[in-house]
T-cell receptor, first 112, second 114 residues
């Protein structure tokens, strides 16, 4: 029973263009969402998060959008750079110190 | 500012042996989480600990697996009598636990059971 779903296993984008990674969740009680980036043989690196009281959070080239009614969030990377090529994981939790529930990840390839 | 430290980075064990994985959280962080990643899968929660207490172990198999976070020293994930299915990457994350819910991950321990 996958509570957090990333339906695109992979995505290719040209350098300089926008990358959009999508994530859906099924549990309406989740109220805190995070995106992580992961390189091979390394641990996930925290990118950006959003609380359910917001619908957008921005940090430099990274913006996360949250649509609570659709139970959907997306990560936008603008402009995409070759160094952004990695696996991106969406994660959800309940507010407070609770475990994260991860999607299976989307492999982003940014082509120069 | 040292990040989350895990050791060893790679561990090879024969079936039936014990595996001990160590995690030192970031300075000032008192909450530790262990996750496991199987090939081509996302990370799955195993156990959540604070100093000297297990808060949530709902993701940890009932047998052969145990975890601790003593008052002094690193958090330890222990797997007894390892089997081939235990081969995976094990990640530890820490958080400060006060108003900041972001978890910061270590580099992981890759366990291979032969």
């Amino acid at each position: 029973d996958q509570q957090v779903k990333q339906n695109s296993p992979s995505l290719s984008v040209q350098e300089g263009r926008i990358s959009i990674l999508n994530c859906d969740y099924t549990n309406s009680m989740f109220d805190y969402f995070l995106w992580y980036k992961k390189y091979p043989a390394e641990g996930p690196t925290f990118l950006i998060s959003i609380s359910s009281i917001k619908d957008k959070n921005e940090d430099g080239r990274f913006t996360v959008f949250l649509n609570k009614s659709a139970k959907h969030l997306s990560l936008h990377i603008v402009p995409s750079q070759p160094g952004d090529s990695a696996v991106y994981f969406c994660a959800a939790s309940f507010s407070g110190n609770t475990p994260l529930v991860f999607g299976k990840g989307t492999r982003l390839s940014v082509i120069a | 500012n040292a990040g989350v430290m895990q050791n060893p980075r790679h561990l090879v064990r024969r079936r039936g042996q014990e595996a001990r994985l160590r995690c030192s959280p970031m300075k000032g962080h008192s909450h530790v989480y262990w996750y496991r990643q199987l090939p081509e899968e996302g990370l799955k929660f195993m156990v959540y600990l604070q100093k000297e207490n297990i808060i949530d172990e709902s993701g940890m198999p009932k047998e052969r697996f145990s975890a601790e976070f003593p008052k002094e020293g690193p958090s330890i994930l222990r797997i007894q009598q390892v089997v081939r299915g235990d081969s995976a990457a094990y990640f530890c994350a820490s958080s400060p636990g006060t108003g900041n819910y972001e978890q910061y991950f270590g580099p992981g321990t890759r366990l291979t059971v032969t």
